[in-house]
């Protein structure tokens, strides 16, 4: 495809080159007052206020690349919803791309309980070993709407597309029992595995056919994948080979966990793309889950969004957030986003654990609970910590008998052996527990956060002490939170020391032989 100009080269001149946009833009030079003042949301209107509207206004701007720094709790999955579907009814092809298939059927939902925009063509591609995985899915996942593209779109076929269409939906099935019912496949006759084995041989071929169908007659307003399958699907050879050369907007979610060198590819794919990148620098960047060993992070690996944010494009900011109890902003606001942020949310809104519990602090949900116990390092070099896993199951046991329902409160671990540790109790009483590493993207009622060591030092602290981790693990909570740690280490680490002042000048410090207070 030929563009006008090549967008793509404009991009990388303005994050790599020495090439500005002509005049740098900021927030304020978009006026909220030109973009739509509400959608529609799953039978609720909802008002957008002036930051969402600005993202909006300067993401129907036509600009080559724009960076929406996008806070945690902010609804910047219903934004970027709104916005996909606003480009959309503009006869704009948009791709919409995350690192993980959960942001992307997040993303998906998002777009498909629009109430104002359920006719467009939505379609989400999701890997079959994704799936065989139990990863979410969607009401149009590719295979899905494969499997009614003939019901539904029949009458616009030539006879040999719907017999093409047949064909796969015939071999779908087949594969399909094999995928997601492997037990079934255990006694099967030779004759039987002989036709599972030419299914999943022709699975491929048939797919391809079919999406060739699918293309002509239900033409997708907007797709959505993963990051990996959009440059796999789209490399020679790919399921998505030349029939997306169309993309004339692509939307990268969580994007702080983009790669650097995707950031490069998606531009080199897709050179007639505009591009959107929607994240919060202040989380965790791409690479957290390597070692740090690794020669990614030993080469100091950025992040997308990092990388675009470092040079003078346009950006835009959403800055209230909706998420928690608005006081339990404040200690965030203070440690990471420099008092930018803002609440959305009335305090009558996130009063389960106000109302439940003789909090320290009445008008502040949140208690740092002072655990001196000794940590033990793992054979895997991870840490444990048995009198503070001991303490977290007091406070689990004491708001379920307060009758806070166990669905409402999830245990969050910064070491991977904690979170062993608490694994069987956990599961044995239906609590959510995550690893700080695993839980981005999430958002709990109660949340109960471990760090474990009682032996860090400003040297072997890193991990810890890590600023983008640390806001990750006390942004998860709706109504509330407990962090349990010894205080006494943690002050000798710098953001941790900078918390263990706030909490003390908040008065919501407590031992653990005072925490039973807090349930009478």
Known sequence: MRCPANTANTILDWVYGAACPPRTLAIEDADPTDSPSSVRFRGSRLHLRDDQRRAINMGLAGLPLLAIRAAYGSGKTVIGAFFAALLAERQSFGIVTATTNVACAQFTESILRLDDYSHLAVLRFVADSALA???????????????????????????????????????????????????????????????YRIAERENSDATEEAVKVMMRVRFPSIICMTTASLLNSTAEGGLFDELLTGCTVLIVDEASQVPEPAFVAIAARFPCARQIYIGDPHQLEPHVRCSRSSRAAQLGARGAMDVILRSRIPTAALTTTFRAHPSLNALPNYLFYNGTL??????????????????????????????????????????????????????????????????????????????????????????????????????????????????????????????????????????GQFILGYARTLRTLCTWGRLIQWVENARTIVSTASLPDLFD
């Open 133 to 195: 995985d139990g990863v979410p899915t969607t009401p149009v996942d590719l295979h899905t709407v494969l499997k009614t593209l003939t019901d539904l779109y029949g009458d616009r076929m030539e006879e040999r597309e719907r017999e093409r269409c047949q064909h796969y939906i015939e071999r779908r099935r087949l594969l399909e029992t094999l995928l997601f019912h492997p037990d079934a496949c255990l006694h099967l006759s030779d004759e039987d595995r002989e036709e």
């Open 342 to 479: 803002t609440s959305g949310t009335r305090a009558s809104e996130r009063c389960l654990m106000t109302r439940t519990l003789r909090l320290p602090n009445p008008d502040l949900p949140l208690v740092f609970v002072n655990v001196p116990g000794r940590s033990q390092v793992s054979l895997s070099g991870s840490h444990r910590n048995e009198d503070e896993a001991e303490c977290c199951r007091e406070i689990v046991r004491q708001l379920v008998a307060l009758t806070v329902p166990p669905r409402s409160i999830a245990i969050v671990t910064f070491y991977k052996a904690q979170q062993q540790l608490l694994f069987d109790y956990a599961t044995q009483h239906g609590i959510a527990l995550h690893t700080v590493d695993s839980v981005q993207g999430r958002e709990m009622d109660i949340v109960i956060v471990l760090t474990s060591r009682t032996d860090v030092s400003l040297t072997s602290g890193d991990f810890l002490d890590d600023p983008r981790r640390m806001n990750v693990a006390l942004t998860r909570c709706r109504h």
